[in-house]
């Protein structure tokens, strides 16, 4: 067995109606003054409504920055940051989905560390310290709570990510009731995103160990038996608990063995068309484990029989009919990408680097073509 280092979140609870408990979680870490990093459509729902009751209770002044969109830029993550110095916050809490998360993340390094935002984009450039920080996911996709990873979007359209250990959260809170009112198309899309870091953990060319296969399985154990379920039956609270566990893992499994060519193909669509990242990971994802399958790769061979698959060609078979089931999108097309935008989508992720390295085959520029041709 090959040597590994694995690392992960230190606490993560499970309970219904955990953010309830938000204020008690807060007070035993003797915090006094809290941002709650969001965005506006969670809070107008009501959502944040009993965390910031128990937080009150709990006599503990909290403030509230509800502005992150999708995809964050730089100037949102910088907005938020004023607002917790302004606020003086002593502890960071991160509410919604990976792009809120994420922003948290990097609140709670930029309000502490001497370092720039500019200076950490990479793997291992960020340093301590950081504010304590509480992640707490209403949507089970992204597994931001239990990664040491932010996205943020730079420029006009390109991603870029800021990977180091001190961005791991102190306390990732998973309430399956937050995510009982989520649309079909969130859920179903949000869910396929957690299968796709499970799958691409699973098969990555590096940091792959025992640990991360062991989550990866389970969590494409518990995704696929919960995802129809909490797709089409919103209020089943056992499918939700199970979607967000699978997520977890998933997080936990690609926060080790890094994810590859699935996300270096995604991000541009979600940069350049603002198409939700899970949803851009679904849309090229049987094209590039058919490419990958063409590499020779028996990983998917291995995963296959958790989908009721045989082999890997079935397990993509199985995907592509999962996502007809769920009315998930599958054309480039039919998110508004034109054909003549497929060049520069393939120049764009060609540039992630951070990501193409793990890639079980290696993917030039004519390879990154050809997937959006066939995904078109």
Sequence with gaps: MADFIFTTTPEIQLQRGAAARLGELLAVRAVRRVLIVTDAGLRRAGLLDPALASIAKAGIEAAVYDEVVADPPEDIVAAALAHARTHRADAIVGFGGGSSMDVAKLVALLARTPQALAEMYGIGLARGPRLPLIQIPTTAGTGSEVTPIAIVTTGATEKKGVVAPVLLPDLALLDPELTRGLPQHVTAATGIDAMVHAIEAYTSRHKKNPLSDALAREALRLLSGAIERASLQGDDLDARSDMLLGACFAGMAFANAPVAAVHA????????????????????????????????????????????????AGLVTRLEQLADRLSVPKRLRDVGISHNELPLLAEDAMRQTRLLVNNPRDVTIDDARAIYEAAY
């Design 265 to 312: 193909l995604a991000y541009p669509i979600g940069g350049r068309f603002h198409v939700p990242h899970g949803l851009s990971n679904a849309l090229v994802l049987p094209h590039v484990l058919r490419f990958n399958l063409g590499g020779g790769t028996k990983h998917y061979d291995e995963l296959a029989p958790i989908f009721g698959a045989t082999d890997g």
